[in-house]
């Protein structure tokens, strides 16, 4: 990141610019903003409760939020690799909104007012908690608009038969409305388990200053730190019931980065069904066709690729990997301090990030556009000799087993086959094989 042409900050990000020329690459956007709610929300209450005058509170709080607008951003370079804390791009934050304050007319020190009542131990923590919650009102959103696509072409193909699939194998029919419908119920499980991990993501260690204790700053400050917060970020944010514990471990980012994880390996797994499905069209299943959003190949005209279903299993593997490295950093708290939250918060927002965007673009650039091939899966359907597993009640495992393989073994549908079997009616034979009625359970020719 280029310096600005004014420069807000002071010695001590001069310094850590200067200690940490690692990855060039700074703290993403929303954890900026965060930190500017944090100092806004932290200025507004101690204006209120008279621990600094109104007017220099009120002066923090507005070039604060001229930070949490992302106004500033540019005044932010440090690596997301430095001190373990964070206590550099704290540092930072309150010598931009020092100087934000001076160009206002007034004097506020970084340490003494931007940072009153404050530790970089308890504002950072609560910077990637902040963050997280924000960013995740987002992600369910993209979540949920993914599960209604999902749900309406189910509900547009919920009785077209084909064939299921076990260990890759054919197995017995299922309709491409219940194929979906798990995909659905998946999606609705992620989203009801992050909502769960999120209650305890919002519980900020805010007030517990450098260890837990609180000291140097007011006890009602954490209480009212948070409900500021809440206004200012519309997000029920509450203080934590252990500032000790909140500020020692990151458990709670560990899970909700377990939470993230899991919705990737559910939407790697839809990824993967829609590009098995619409593999071919000639030699793979062929079942559907993606919409064709770009030339498949620089050598072969005419070739389409399912290119958005690729980009997303990318995502995940991506996502699955910052969880390994959340699950190390969170191990990194050495009695009353974990020294990994850069990484913590930088992990989490690019998996949050990219969750929301590749959830959106799986929704409409695929799934949307999703067209059936019925002649193939109907093809496919009356050749699968599985479906003579509903004759077990009546003929048995066995001899449905014999049969189903002399079917396999020349090339015929099991219907073909059975019809020579003299010992079975012909009409209960095609009423028990209805690929529909096999879909809905139970024992066929019973009533349930």
């Known amino acids: 990141m280029s310096e600005p042409a004014a420069i807000l900050w002071g010695e001590q990000t001069r310094k850590a610019i200067d200690n940490f020329p690692l990855s060039g690459r700074p703290w993403r956007p929303a954890l900026i903003r965060a930190l500017g709610l944090i100092k806004a929300a932290a200025a507004r209450t101690n204006g209120s409760l008279g621990l600094i005058a109104p007017e220099l509170a009120a002066a923090i709080e507005s070039a604060a939020l001229e930070v949490a607008q992302n106004q500033h951003y540019a005044q932010f370079p440090l690596d997301i690799y430095q001190t373990g804390s964070g206590t550099s791009t704290n540092m930072n934050a309150n010598e931009v909104i020092s100087a934000l304050v001076a160009q206002a007319g007034l004097s506020a020190d970084p340490n003494d007012h931007v940072n009153y009542g404050q530790s970089s131990n308890d504002v950072i923590p609560s910077a990637i908690q902040i963050a997280a919650c924000l960013a995740c009102d987002s992600l369910i959103v993209a979540l949920q608009h993914l599960a209604s696509v999902v749900g309406t072409t189910a509900a547009r193909h919920a009785d077209v038969v084909k064939t299921g699939r076990t260990h890759l194998m054919d197995a017995l029919p299922i309709t491409v409305g219940q194929e979906f419908g798990a995909w659905v119920a998946q999606l609705e ?95 793979g ?17 005419g070739k389409v690729n399912p290119v958005i279903p690729e980009a997303v299993a990318m995502i995940c593997a991506r996502v699955i990997g910052n969880d390994v490295t959340v699950t190390v950093a969170g191990q990194s708290g050495n009695f009353q301090l974990n020294v990994m939250l850069p990484l913590i918060g930088e992990s989490l927002l690019e998996s949050i990030e990219l969750l929301t965007a590749g959830m959106h673009l ?32 009546r003929i048995g495992y066995a001899r449905g087993a014999a049969l189903a393989k002399q079917a396999y073994a020349e090339g015929r549908s099991i219907r073909d086959v059975l019809r020579e079997q003299a010992d079975l009616d012909m009409d209960e034979l095609e009423a028990l094989l209805d690929p529909l009625l096999l879909t809905r359970g139970g024992i066929p020719g019973v009533e349930q």
């Not at 200012?232 to 909700?256: Q, R, T, W």
């Not at 299943?285 to 005209?301: V, W």
């Not at 556009?369 to 009640?393: D, F, K, M, W, Y």
């Open 189 to 283: 499980g992620n989203r009801a388990r992050l909502e769960d991990s999120l209650k305890r993501v919002a519980a900020l260690p805010l007030g517990g200053t450098a260890i837990g204790t609180g000291l140097n700053c007011d006890p009602r400050f954490a209480a009212a730190a948070c409900m500021a917060l809440s206004e200012l970020s519309g997000y029920p944010f509450v203080p934590a019931h252990n500032a000790f514990m909140a500020i020692a471990a990151k458990d709670e980012c560990v899970e909700l980065s377990g939470q993230l994880k899991t919705l990737a390996v559910s939407l790697m797994k839809i990824c993967n069904d829609l590009r098995w499905m619409n593999s071919g069209p000639l030699a």
């Open 362 to 393: 799986l929704a409409d650039r695929a799934i949307s556009g999703l067209q059936l091939r019925h002649e193939r899966i109907a093809s496919i359907l009356q050749r699968n000799p599985i479906l003579v597993t509903a004759l077990n009640p």
């Open 285 to 301: 299943i062929g079942e559907i066709e993606l919409p064709a959003l770009q030339a498949g190949s620089s050598i072969m005209p």
